[in-house]
Protein backbone atom coordinates (compact mmCIF):
# COMPACT_ATOMS: atom_id res chain seq x y z
CA UNK A 1 0.00 0.00 0.00
CA UNK A 2 1.04 3.35 -0.75
CA UNK A 3 0.19 7.22 0.08
CA UNK A 4 0.44 10.36 -2.32
CA UNK A 5 1.06 12.93 -1.00
CA UNK A 6 0.70 16.80 -2.43
CA UNK A 7 3.35 19.13 -1.34
CA UNK A 8 3.14 23.10 -2.18
CA UNK A 9 5.20 26.17 -1.96
CA UNK A 10 4.03 29.49 -2.14
CA UNK A 11 5.68 33.23 -1.16
CA UNK A 12 2.34 35.10 -0.50
CA UNK A 13 3.52 38.23 -0.94
CA UNK A 14 3.69 40.29 2.68
CA UNK A 15 1.33 38.75 4.60
CA UNK A 16 1.80 41.18 7.85
CA UNK A 17 -0.74 41.79 10.71
CA UNK A 18 -2.54 44.78 10.86
CA UNK A 19 -1.12 48.18 11.12
CA UNK A 20 -1.78 48.87 14.43
CA UNK A 21 -1.09 45.67 15.85
CA UNK A 22 -0.28 45.49 19.65
CA UNK A 23 3.17 44.49 21.20
CA UNK A 24 2.18 40.95 21.42
CA UNK A 25 2.47 40.23 17.76
CA UNK A 26 5.60 43.14 16.52
CA UNK A 27 7.99 43.78 18.00
CA UNK A 28 9.68 47.38 18.31
CA UNK A 29 12.37 46.83 16.27
CA UNK A 30 10.64 45.35 12.87
CA UNK A 31 8.26 48.60 13.75
CA UNK A 32 10.90 51.10 13.35
CA UNK A 33 11.77 48.76 10.03
CA UNK A 34 8.75 49.03 8.46
CA UNK A 35 8.47 52.64 8.94
CA UNK A 36 5.36 53.86 7.07
CA UNK A 37 5.19 50.60 4.85
CA UNK A 38 2.16 49.77 6.43
CA UNK A 39 0.50 52.73 6.26
CA UNK A 40 -3.34 51.88 5.74
CA UNK A 41 -3.11 48.46 6.53
CA UNK A 42 -6.11 47.72 8.21
CA UNK A 43 -7.86 44.73 9.80
CA UNK A 44 -10.15 44.49 6.68
CA UNK A 45 -7.27 44.36 4.35
CA UNK A 46 -5.28 41.99 5.85
CA UNK A 47 -8.19 39.20 6.28
CA UNK A 48 -9.15 40.28 2.70
CA UNK A 49 -5.69 39.40 1.47
CA UNK A 50 -6.23 35.88 3.99
CA UNK A 51 -9.52 35.46 2.19
CA UNK A 52 -8.20 35.53 -0.99
CA UNK A 53 -5.06 33.54 -0.32
CA UNK A 54 -7.06 30.76 1.55
CA UNK A 55 -9.10 30.38 -1.96
CA UNK A 56 -6.34 29.76 -3.60
CA UNK A 57 -4.71 27.05 -1.29
CA UNK A 58 -8.32 25.40 -0.70
CA UNK A 59 -7.81 24.89 -5.05
CA UNK A 60 -4.77 22.78 -4.24
CA UNK A 61 -4.77 19.34 -5.14
CA UNK A 62 -7.98 18.75 -7.11
CA UNK A 63 -9.79 20.96 -4.32
CA UNK A 64 -8.63 18.94 -1.59
CA UNK A 65 -6.05 21.32 -0.49
CA UNK A 66 -2.08 20.41 0.30
CA UNK A 67 -1.10 17.90 2.76
CA UNK A 68 2.29 19.84 2.93
CA UNK A 69 2.78 24.01 2.31
CA UNK A 70 5.21 25.66 2.75
CA UNK A 71 4.93 29.52 3.14
CA UNK A 72 7.05 32.58 3.30
CA UNK A 73 7.08 36.60 3.70
CA UNK A 74 4.96 36.04 6.86
CA UNK A 75 4.89 38.01 9.79
CA UNK A 76 3.73 35.97 12.76
CA UNK A 77 1.52 33.08 14.22
CA UNK A 78 -1.45 35.24 14.63
CA UNK A 79 -1.51 35.84 11.01
CA UNK A 80 -0.40 32.32 10.27
CA UNK A 81 -3.48 30.92 12.89
CA UNK A 82 -5.93 33.28 10.70
CA UNK A 83 -5.20 31.61 7.15
CA UNK A 84 -5.20 28.03 8.45
CA UNK A 85 -8.86 28.65 9.95
CA UNK A 86 -9.75 30.18 6.59
CA UNK A 87 -7.97 27.37 4.45
CA UNK A 88 -10.03 24.62 7.25
CA UNK A 89 -13.01 26.24 7.09
CA UNK A 90 -12.94 25.60 3.52
CA UNK A 91 -11.71 22.07 3.46
CA UNK A 92 -14.31 20.28 6.17
CA UNK A 93 -11.61 17.18 7.17
CA UNK A 94 -8.56 18.89 7.01
CA UNK A 95 -6.71 20.09 9.96
CA UNK A 96 -3.19 21.53 9.82
CA UNK A 97 -1.05 21.86 12.09
CA UNK A 98 1.97 24.93 11.69
CA UNK A 99 5.30 24.62 11.89
CA UNK A 100 6.95 28.21 12.54
CA UNK A 101 8.77 30.80 14.91
CA UNK A 102 9.47 34.39 15.48
CA UNK A 103 13.35 34.76 13.07
CA UNK A 104 15.23 37.84 13.53
CA UNK A 105 14.78 38.76 9.43
CA UNK A 106 14.79 42.75 9.56
CA UNK A 107 11.43 43.02 8.14
CA UNK A 108 9.82 40.45 10.05
CA UNK A 109 8.71 38.29 7.76
CA UNK A 110 9.32 34.25 8.29
CA UNK A 111 9.53 30.81 6.49
CA UNK A 112 6.32 28.35 8.27
CA UNK A 113 5.15 25.24 7.36
CA UNK A 114 1.63 23.88 7.31
CA UNK A 115 1.16 20.08 7.37
CA UNK A 116 -1.93 18.22 7.71
CA UNK A 117 -1.62 16.13 11.27
CA UNK A 118 -2.87 13.38 9.94
CA UNK A 119 -0.20 12.37 7.77
CA UNK A 120 2.45 14.11 9.88
CA UNK A 121 3.68 15.09 13.11
CA UNK A 122 6.58 17.24 14.19
CA UNK A 123 8.62 15.29 17.13
CA UNK A 124 9.79 18.05 19.62
CA UNK A 125 13.45 19.75 18.79
CA UNK A 126 13.16 18.75 15.84
CA UNK A 127 12.52 22.26 14.42
CA UNK A 128 15.50 24.38 12.89
CA UNK A 129 16.33 27.96 12.00
CA UNK A 130 19.33 28.51 9.98
CA UNK A 131 19.75 31.92 9.64
CA UNK A 132 21.40 33.92 6.81
CA UNK A 133 23.23 36.98 7.20
CA UNK A 134 22.96 39.86 5.68
CA UNK A 135 24.01 43.17 6.83
CA UNK A 136 20.59 45.12 6.31
CA UNK A 137 18.65 42.15 6.71
CA UNK A 138 18.61 38.41 7.16
CA UNK A 139 16.79 35.73 5.54
CA UNK A 140 16.23 32.08 7.10
CA UNK A 141 16.16 28.14 5.84
CA UNK A 142 13.85 26.15 8.13
CA UNK A 143 14.45 22.74 8.36
CA UNK A 144 11.90 20.43 9.95
CA UNK A 145 12.63 16.86 10.47
CA UNK A 146 8.78 15.43 9.67
CA UNK A 147 8.03 12.41 10.63
CA UNK A 148 5.36 10.02 8.30
CA UNK A 149 2.52 8.52 10.32
CA UNK A 150 1.94 5.98 7.53
CA UNK A 151 5.56 4.45 7.58
CA UNK A 152 6.96 6.42 10.60
CA UNK A 153 9.94 8.17 8.47
CA UNK A 154 11.59 10.57 9.16
CA UNK A 155 11.29 13.09 6.35
CA UNK A 156 13.85 16.12 6.42
CA UNK A 157 12.23 19.42 4.48
CA UNK A 158 13.90 22.81 4.30
CA UNK A 159 11.72 25.94 3.49
CA UNK A 160 14.18 28.32 1.83
CA UNK A 161 13.80 32.62 1.80
CA UNK A 162 16.81 33.75 0.44
CA UNK A 163 18.27 37.06 0.46
CA UNK A 164 16.79 39.24 -2.02
CA UNK A 165 18.22 40.91 -5.28
CA UNK A 166 17.71 44.21 -3.76
CA UNK A 167 21.11 46.27 -4.68
CA UNK A 168 21.10 44.41 -7.66
CA UNK A 169 21.21 41.06 -8.73
CA UNK A 170 25.14 40.36 -9.15
CA UNK A 171 25.97 43.04 -6.15
CA UNK A 172 23.90 40.65 -3.74
CA UNK A 173 24.96 36.91 -5.26
CA UNK A 174 27.30 36.53 -2.24
CA UNK A 175 24.31 36.43 0.03
CA UNK A 176 22.40 33.75 -1.69
CA UNK A 177 25.80 31.79 -2.56
CA UNK A 178 26.16 31.73 1.74
CA UNK A 179 22.46 30.17 1.74
CA UNK A 180 23.65 27.58 -0.49
CA UNK A 181 26.60 26.52 1.14
CA UNK A 182 24.50 26.84 4.46
CA UNK A 183 21.83 24.34 2.87
CA UNK A 184 24.71 22.12 1.31
CA UNK A 185 26.07 21.63 4.58
CA UNK A 186 22.59 20.76 6.80
CA UNK A 187 21.60 18.68 3.67
CA UNK A 188 24.90 16.79 4.54
CA UNK A 189 24.26 16.85 8.62
CA UNK A 190 20.33 15.10 7.89
CA UNK A 191 22.65 11.96 6.54
CA UNK A 192 25.05 12.33 8.99
CA UNK A 193 22.47 12.44 12.18
CA UNK A 194 19.48 10.49 10.48
CA UNK A 195 21.31 8.06 8.07
CA UNK A 196 22.35 7.91 4.43
CA UNK A 197 19.25 7.00 3.06
CA UNK A 198 17.07 9.74 4.73
CA UNK A 199 14.88 11.51 2.46
CA UNK A 200 15.93 15.22 2.04
CA UNK A 201 13.49 17.84 -0.07
CA UNK A 202 14.47 21.62 0.11
CA UNK A 203 11.59 23.95 -1.75
CA UNK A 204 11.09 27.36 -1.28
CA UNK A 205 12.30 30.91 -2.95
CA UNK A 206 16.03 31.38 -4.11
CA UNK A 207 15.85 34.57 -5.49
CA UNK A 208 17.92 33.18 -8.31
CA UNK A 209 17.35 30.70 -11.19
CA UNK A 210 17.87 27.01 -11.34
CA UNK A 211 21.15 27.70 -13.33
CA UNK A 212 23.02 30.09 -10.79
CA UNK A 213 25.94 29.65 -9.33
CA UNK A 214 24.59 29.94 -5.81
CA UNK A 215 21.94 26.69 -6.41
CA UNK A 216 24.17 24.95 -8.93
CA UNK A 217 28.13 25.12 -7.32
CA UNK A 218 26.78 26.30 -3.46
CA UNK A 219 23.67 24.26 -3.01
CA UNK A 220 25.19 21.45 -5.02
CA UNK A 221 22.16 21.28 -7.07
CA UNK A 222 22.15 19.77 -11.14
CA UNK A 223 19.12 19.04 -13.61
CA UNK A 224 20.18 15.58 -14.43
CA UNK A 225 19.03 12.64 -11.52
CA UNK A 226 21.61 10.49 -12.92
CA UNK A 227 24.63 12.37 -11.47
CA UNK A 228 22.68 12.10 -7.85
CA UNK A 229 22.32 8.88 -8.22
CA UNK A 230 25.84 8.46 -8.88
CA UNK A 231 27.57 11.05 -6.54
CA UNK A 232 30.01 10.42 -3.99
CA UNK A 233 28.59 13.98 -2.38
CA UNK A 234 25.38 14.80 -1.24
CA UNK A 235 23.82 16.58 -4.38
CA UNK A 236 20.33 17.84 -4.81
CA UNK A 237 17.97 16.61 -8.01
CA UNK A 238 16.65 20.29 -9.19
CA UNK A 239 13.09 19.72 -10.24
CA UNK A 240 12.43 22.50 -11.61
CA UNK A 241 14.97 22.56 -14.98
CA UNK A 242 12.05 21.33 -17.32
CA UNK A 243 9.58 24.35 -16.39
CA UNK A 244 12.27 26.72 -18.03
CA UNK A 245 11.31 25.62 -21.39
CA UNK A 246 7.62 26.98 -20.16
CA UNK A 247 4.99 26.49 -22.30
CA UNK A 248 4.98 26.61 -26.25
CA UNK A 249 8.47 26.57 -26.23
CA UNK A 250 8.46 29.95 -23.99
CA UNK A 251 9.84 30.64 -20.70
CA UNK A 252 8.08 30.09 -17.93
CA UNK A 253 8.33 31.66 -13.98
CA UNK A 254 7.44 31.70 -10.65
CA UNK A 255 7.65 35.47 -11.08
CA UNK A 256 7.78 38.54 -13.02
CA UNK A 257 10.39 41.43 -13.01
CA UNK A 258 9.67 44.19 -15.57
CA UNK A 259 7.89 41.20 -18.12
CA UNK A 260 10.78 39.21 -17.68
CA UNK A 261 10.03 35.39 -15.77
CA UNK A 262 11.75 34.47 -13.34
CA UNK A 263 12.23 31.24 -12.09
CA UNK A 264 12.97 31.77 -8.44
CA UNK A 265 10.52 29.12 -6.63
CA UNK A 266 12.22 25.65 -7.06
CA UNK A 267 11.86 21.79 -5.23
CA UNK A 268 14.95 20.41 -5.01
CA UNK A 269 14.95 16.77 -3.74
CA UNK A 270 18.48 14.32 -2.40
CA UNK A 271 19.35 11.05 -3.79
CA UNK A 272 16.43 9.11 -1.35
CA UNK A 273 13.98 10.74 -2.69
CA UNK A 274 15.33 10.64 -6.49
CA UNK A 275 15.76 6.87 -6.37
CA UNK A 276 12.97 4.33 -6.63
CA UNK A 277 12.97 4.65 -2.55
CA UNK A 278 10.09 4.19 -0.06
CA UNK A 279 9.71 7.83 -0.46
CA UNK A 280 10.21 9.13 -3.48
CA UNK A 281 9.44 12.61 -5.70
CA UNK A 282 7.02 11.67 -8.47
CA UNK A 283 8.99 13.71 -11.35
CA UNK A 284 6.77 14.51 -13.83
CA UNK A 285 3.97 16.19 -11.34
CA UNK A 286 5.86 19.52 -10.49
CA UNK A 287 3.90 22.59 -11.76
CA UNK A 288 3.38 26.43 -11.26
CA UNK A 289 0.19 26.45 -10.13
CA UNK A 290 -2.31 29.31 -11.94
CA UNK A 291 -5.72 29.27 -11.01
CA UNK A 292 -8.62 31.66 -12.48
CA UNK A 293 -8.20 35.03 -11.71
CA UNK A 294 -4.12 34.46 -10.63
CA UNK A 295 -2.52 35.51 -13.68
CA UNK A 296 -2.89 38.76 -15.26
CA UNK A 297 -5.01 38.11 -18.91
CA UNK A 298 -2.73 40.38 -20.39
CA UNK A 299 0.25 39.71 -22.72
CA UNK A 300 2.29 38.46 -19.99
CA UNK A 301 0.77 35.78 -17.94
CA UNK A 302 2.33 37.03 -14.42
CA UNK A 303 1.37 36.97 -10.97
CA UNK A 304 -1.73 39.14 -9.90
CA UNK A 305 -0.18 40.57 -6.41
CA UNK A 306 -2.55 41.82 -3.75
CA UNK A 307 -0.38 44.74 -3.05
CA UNK A 308 0.66 46.96 -0.29
CA UNK A 309 3.71 47.57 1.71
CA UNK A 310 3.62 51.02 0.00
CA UNK A 311 1.88 49.73 -3.08
CA UNK A 312 -1.49 50.05 -4.38
CA UNK A 313 -3.66 47.28 -3.41
CA UNK A 314 -5.96 45.18 -5.47
CA UNK A 315 -8.39 43.52 -3.44
CA UNK A 316 -9.00 40.91 -6.24
CA UNK A 317 -5.43 40.35 -6.15
CA UNK A 318 -3.14 37.44 -4.62
CA UNK A 319 0.35 37.02 -4.42
CA UNK A 320 3.51 38.46 -6.56
CA UNK A 321 4.47 34.78 -7.14
CA UNK A 322 2.98 32.00 -8.14
CA UNK A 323 2.80 28.53 -5.91
CA UNK A 324 5.02 25.81 -7.68
CA UNK A 325 3.80 22.08 -6.61
CA UNK A 326 4.45 18.47 -6.68
CA UNK A 327 3.67 14.72 -5.59
CA UNK A 328 5.46 12.27 -3.76
CA UNK A 329 4.83 8.85 -3.26
CA UNK A 330 5.56 7.02 0.22
CA UNK A 331 5.36 2.95 0.02
CA UNK A 332 5.05 0.88 3.06
Known sequence: MSVDYYVAWWNVENLFDEEKAPATRRTEKVRRALGNDLRGWTRTL????????????????????????????????????????NVEKRLPGRHYGIAHADTDDARGIDVAFLYDTGLFEVPADETFFHVVMRRNATREIVQVNFR???????????????????????????????AGETLAYFHERVLEVHGPETPVLALGDFNDEPFDVSLVTHALSTRQRN???????????????????????????SFYWQNQPNL??????NRAMAADGPLRVEEESVRILRFPGTADEGQYPRPVPFGGMGHPVDKQGFSDHFPIALRVTEED
Not at 264 to 269: G, N, P, R, T
Open 46 to 85: RNRKIDQLASVIAQMNDGAGPDLLGVCEVENRFVLNLLVA
Open 148 to 178: TRHGARTWAVFGNHWPSRSGGQYESAGYRDI
Open 227 to 253: RVLNADVPLLWNLAWPLLGGRGGQPDG
Open 264 to 269: LDQVLV
